[in-house]
């Protein structure tokens, strides 16, 4: 067996699978299925200062190759949060990551201002795909300047590690991410979903009952990958989480030749409930096959003739 764990700055996995927000809520569910602790970690659903009813239905739909969803970070508020589902979430013995959001930089320092009381939480991923209210409803994470605002707005109040999740929907990712590192982050985490949308023309409506929404799943693997390796390259230093499209074990190992430290698997676990634990054993048994001792030297390991 070789040596799965890596290191995501100072938080340390036993292994490089996570699942990934909004896919596995606490793992409550999920632990009914498999033992939690085969997880390097798992990151929460999105929680936001006040409860989130949500979009209208419906809020998921199928495609060819992925799905659509606009949940709209339905969630019942950090307060609820912290009084129902971190009891159950701090017992679990794999890394703990919690994902905001806030409307504008105040609402995201009031919730670090709570999460940074809770010691059994190893990092924040902070989630900037969601619309900043004071900048006419445009994502967070699509200028610079507001990632490098936010950032350092709220590396003054916490040390727990900060990590960025980006949204794909932008010009120049790695931009976008050298601003969030410049400006205190740990780690960055990409991807979020692609804008989409899916038409039913006979009723001429869309699939959705927000209209668009965002695609996950395979659909969305080589964007992905590209995202993951220009950030890699850009920012050789910074670890960076790969998500989008993992299906199968191969899927995360290619994330991790693309330069990632470690993944998140989401959307296939709706297919394939017990998908990051076979992601977990694949990536040993690739290891083992093609004599990585470690599972950290995948990282960036893709043969590259220039
Ligand atoms: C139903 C659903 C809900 C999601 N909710 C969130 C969320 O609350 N916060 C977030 O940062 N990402 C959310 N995502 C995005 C995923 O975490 C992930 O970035 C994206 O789905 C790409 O990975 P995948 O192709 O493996 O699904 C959600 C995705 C899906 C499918």
């Not at 019942?76 to 930089?105: Q, V, Y």
């Not at 727990?160 to 780690?187: F, M, Q, Y």
């Not at 693997?221 to 790969?242: C, E, I, S, T, Y």
């Not at 899927?251 to 296939?268: E, F, K, N, P, R």
């Amino acid at each position: 067996m070789s040596d799965l764990a890596v290191n995501i700055g100072n938080v340390r996995l036993k292994n490089p699978v996570m699942v990934a927000s909004g896919c596995f809520g606490v793992g409550r569910e999920y632990g009914e299925l498999f033992d939690l602790s085969f997880l390097g970690g798992i990151v929460t659903k999105t929680v936001t200062l006040e409860p989130r009813e949500g979009n209208l239905p419906p809020r998921v739909w199928e495609t060819p190759a992925g799905m659509l969803n606009s949940i709209g970070l339905a969630n019942p508020g950090i307060s609820a949060f912290i009084e129902t589902e971190i009891p159950f979430f701090r017992e679990l013995d794999c890394a703990k990551i919690i994902s905001i959001a806030g409307k504008n930089f105040g609402e995201f320092v009031e919730i670090i201002k709570k999460i940074d009381a809770l010691d059994c939480i190893d990092a924040i991923e902070i989630n900037v795909s969601c619309p900043n209210v004071e900048e006419g409803g445009l994502a967070f994470g699509t200028s610079p300047e507001t990632v490098s605002g936010l950032v350092s707005t709220v590396r003054k109040i916490t040390e727990k590690p900060l990590w960025v999740k980006l949204t794909p929907n932008v010009t120049d990712i790695a931009e976008i991410g050298r601003s969030a590192v410049d400006a205190g982050a740990d780690a960055l985490c990409a991807i979020n979903t692609l804008s989409a949308m899916e038409i039913d023309i006979g009723r001429r409506v869309s699939r959705l009952g927000n209209i668009t929404g965002g695609l996950s799943g395979a659909a969305i693997r080589p964007v992905a990958l590209a995202k993951v390796f220009a950030l890699h390259r850009a920012l050789p230093d910074v670890p960076v989480v790969g998500i989008g499209g993992i299906t199968e074990a191969g899927d995360a190992i290619a994330h991790m030749l693309a330069g990632a430290s470690a993944v998140q698997v989401g959307s296939g676990i709706f297919r394939s409930p017990h998908l990051p634990i076979e992601v977990v054993v694949g990536i040993d048994q690739y290891c083992e096959f093609y004599d990585f001792p470690r599972a950290e030297d995948l990282t960036g390991a893709l043969n590259i003739e220039e």
